[in-house]
């Protein structure tokens, strides 16, 4: 029988933090794209592959989570894929509320946190395999 994988893009500068959250994540049985930053997010994003969640850092080089939750929110095809945030920006509660997002996830990141809060955004708090079954 096939199953409807769960997928998530993480945008993160950081290629350790991106590669610890792939493992994480593909390990509790998501598929995972990654991103360096928000416009190599928008070009996988555009080239016509939707996730059912990202995963967005907000502090990065080229185009920061700000400027990238922006385009998100303005393009037809982009603006329904849910956003949770990880970050230490110290203001992170008011950044959330300002651009719209699912939710947050303060920097460092507690796993089971992650976790749990990936699978209610993404699979209505069912895990990604009884999701897909």
Not at 49 to 74: A, K, S, Y
Not at 98 to 114: C, E, F, I, S, T
Request: charged fraction near 25%.
């Amino acid at each position: 029988m096939a199953q409807s994988q769960q997928t998530l893009l993480v945008v993160d500068d950081d290629l350790d933090i991106r590669d610890a959250l792939q493992d994480v994540l593909e390990g509790a049985g998501y598929s995972v794209r990654l991103a360096a930053d928000g416009q190599q997010a928008l070009e996988s994003l555009r080239a016509g592959w939707t996730p059912n969640l990202i995963l967005l850092d907000l502090m990065m080089p080229r185009m920061n989570g700000f400027e990238f939750r922006d385009v998100q929110r303005h393009e037809s095809g982009l603006r329904d894929i849910p956003v949770l945030l990880a970050s230490a920006d110290p203001a992170l509660p008011q950044a959330a509320r300002a651009l719209g997002v699912a939710g947050y996830l303060r920097k460092p990141l507690d796993l089971d946190d992650l976790l749990g809060t990936v699978d209610r955004l993404c699979c209505g708090g069912r895990s990604p395999v009884q999701a897909s079954a």
